[in-house]
């Protein structure tokens, strides 16, 4: 009896009817090349993505000739990601290295998904050599790339590098762009010195200033190396002490010296001080003192934080050889109004944002009902 029922369940179910449509599938495939030489490259790993939610759907090793192929894909749009040992993780359609953003493959009827060219873009490089005054290597020089971009002319860290024994150095897989290459340290003999005073080398662009206007701006190509030497000349450097009168600090305060580079805050030297409060000549307030070993000369922006990290003191400094006291006056913070008015249909946003020019910094301010907002406590610069 239940044999039967089995026929019989089976003889009942439904069979695709002959001329019924199946749902159509598709296929993405290509074949990834290095951008500037076309030349294949196999063993590269492919992932496939939804394009909407950005998850991964499948993944595959390109051939011995850099071909790779999804099959049995629905109409939809989808996205591609390589992974190479050399040339890294880079998104289909990048136009430039480390974008973010990249194109759609979208598959469907009429459309050509197999016939891609994944283009993975080799990144530039920057190397030279570090030569002291005498034109000897400089060794153990550590240097920093930068490159410009955007309307605001700002600067972003793209790479880290230290001169070796040879004072040769090398940045890779840089983006292409325009940069500025900056180098400090010290003499390989500074650990011998007993002078009070230590020779030090001053923050210096590529190829041998100290003065930013006179800096090579280098142009960096995809796969392309460029030759940058860099000249150090040693100053002597100053035990700095920075007085700010009328303002009380401690230990809890946050005071450092970033080196700038034209209206930008870049670390290329830092030096973080030790605060301590005296009272004032008068005897009514108290004045700060911070201290900082061997501060090479140069230009920075000194800031000094209270409470919860709040900037209190922003301002510029010239720190100069042989002047090893430099006297700093507090201007009190400011109070910055102002009203949003958002032409058109939408709904104003909550907050607005004070940007500290040349830094990360900003300042939050919230939105009232009418469009008014206030900033307080803003430290003048």
Request: glycine fraction near 8%; charged fraction near 20%; hydrophobic fraction near 35%.
């Amino acid at each position: 009896m239940s044999r039967n029922m089995v026929w019989l369940c089976l003889a009942l179910a439904p069979l695709p009817m002959v001329g019924q449509d199946l749902p159509q599938t598709y296929s993405i495939a290509g074949t990834v090349v290095q951008s500037v030489t076309r030349a294949p490259l196999p063993r590269t790993r492919i992932h496939l993505y939804d394009y909407q939610h950005q998850k991964v759907l499948d993944s595959t090793l390109t051939s011995s000739s850099g071909e790779f192929r999804f099959s049995g894909l629905t109409k939809a749009k989808y996205s591609l990601r390589a992974e190479h040992d050399v040339y890294g993780s880079q998104i289909f359609g990048n136009k430039i290295l480390r974008a973010v953003y990249g194109s759609a493959v979208a598959v469907g009827p009429g459309l050509d998904s197999e016939n891609l060219v994944f283009e993975l873009i080799p990144g530039g490089v920057i190397k030279g050599i570090v030569r002291d005054s005498d034109s000897d290597p400089a060794p153990r020089i550590r240097l920093l790339a930068y490159r410009l971009t955007g309307p605001l002319k700002t600067a972003e860290a793209a790479g880290f590098a230290e001169s070796n024994d040879l004072g040769a150095y090398r940045f890779h897989g840089l983006p292409q762009g325009r940069y500025i290459v900056s180098a400090t340290g010290s003499p390989w003999n500074a650990d011998l010195q007993v002078s009070e005073s230590l020779a030090t080398y001053p923050t210096t662009y590529q190829p041998g200033t100290t003065n930013l206007e006179q800096a090579r701006l280098i142009d960096v190509a995809p796969g392309i190396e460029a030759q940058a030497d860099i000249t150090m000349t040693p100053v002597r450097a100053v035990n700095l002490t920075i007085r700010v009168s009328k303002f009380d600090c401690s230990d809890r305060n946050m005071a450092f010296l970033t080196s700038q580079v034209g209206n930008l805050d870049i670390p290329a030297t830092a030096y973080r001080l030790s605060a301590r409060s005296r009272p004032a000549k008068d005897g009514s307030e108290q004045d700060c003192s911070l201290y900082a070993g061997s501060v090479t000369p140069g230009k920075y922006v000194l800031n000094v934080t209270s409470g919860l990290a709040q900037l209190a003191i922003r301002t510029t400094i010239e720190v100069e050889e042989g002047r090893e006291v430099i006297e700093v006056p507090l201007t009190p913070p400011a109070t910055v109004t102002g009203r949003l008015t958002v032409t058109g249909a939408g709904i104003n946003p909550p907050m607005v944002y004070l940007r500290v020019e040349g830094s990360p910094r900003t300042f939050p301010a919230r939105v009232q009902a009418d469009g008014t907002f206030r900033f307080e406590g803003v430290p003048a610069y």
